[in-house]
Nanobody
Framework: QVVLVESGGGLVQAGDSLRLSCATSGQILSTNAVGWFRQAPGREREFVAAITWNSGNLYYADSVKGRFIISRDNPRNMVYLQMNSLKSEDTAVYYC????????????????WGQGTQVTVSS
């Protein structure tokens, strides 16, 4: 079993930065990667970014490329999402998830999910 807990969400203004944290525990080393997803009201959950545990390969959605940075701290089993130049359209509940397989771009590739943290960006 793998447990993921997000933190760091909040209310910020457009242009601000925010860092989300994902604390993992359990059999996390049995997974290949951790990803971040987000879901805005009335919209489907969408991929934001992912990072693999071993090689540190990075994957980003086009909408956040150049503004968001995903990173990991392997000894602490932590994954972070640094969000810069935030826009109102970044407002959503952000989830971290762990993938056992090697498909990282869609929610169907992930096996374990956190409860989410709200990010609200006011314009």
């Amino acid at each position: 079993q793998v447990v993921l807990v997000e933190s760091g969400g909040g209310l910020v203004q457009a242009g601000d930065s925010l860092r989300l944290s994902c604390a993992t525990s359990g059999q996390i080393l049995s997974t290949n990667a951790v990803g971040w997803f987000r879901q805005a009201p009335g919209r489907e959950r969408e991929f934001v970014a992912a990072i693999t545990w071993n090689s540190g390969n990075l994957y980003y959605a086009d909408s956040v490329k150049g503004r968001f940075i995903i990173s990991r701290d392997n000894p602490r089993n932590m994954v972070y999402l640094q969000m810069n130049s935030l826009k109102s359209e970044d407002t959503a509940v952000y989830y971290c998830a762990a993938a056992v397989g090697i498909y990282y771009w869609g929610s169907e590739g992930y096996d374990y999910w956190g409860q989410g943290t709200q990010v609200t960006v006011s314009s």
